[in-house]
Nanobody, 116 residues
Framework: QLRLVESGGGTVEVGGSLTLSCTAS?????TNWYRQTPGNERDFVAG???????NYADSVKGLFSIYGDDPTDTVYLQMNKLKPEDSDTYYC?????????????WGQGTHVTVSS
């Protein structure tokens, strides 16, 4: 069982930057960031497999960057040129091979507000 701890959320002005972090209690096969507005579905933002292969939602390509730090089992989401529509609760998701199957784990969420 993995435990995920997120941090880095807060309030930033339009055009600013924030870096979110997700520290796992163990090694994950893949780590993703999702975001969700109350009443809406949770949307994929970015993902990283191991410490190399990355994938981004079209809306954040070229603006957000996901990268990992293996020694600390931490994955970061660097968010640049933030817009008001990036305001959401961001959730870390980790996929781990456990007990002969892949399992999904979620963090508690960290809130980002982009003020205009």
């Amino acid at each position: 069982q993995l435990r995920l701890v997120e941090s880095g959320g807060g309030t930033v002005e339009v055009g600013g930057s924030l870096t979110l972090s997700c520290t796992a209690s163990g090694r994950a096969s893949a780590t993703n960031w999702y975001r969700q507005t109350p009443g809406n579905e949770r949307d994929f933002v970015a993902g990283i497999i191991g410490n190399s292969g990355t994938n981004y939602a079209d809306s954040v390509k070229g603006l957000f960057s996901i990268y990992g730090d293996d020694p600390t089992d931490t994955v970061y989401l660097q968010m640049n040129k933030l817009k008001p529509e990036d305001s959401d609760t961001y959730y870390c998701n980790a996929v781990s091979w456990t007990d002969g199957q892949y399992k999904n784990y979620w963090g508690q969420g960290t809130h980002v507000t982009v003020s205009s």
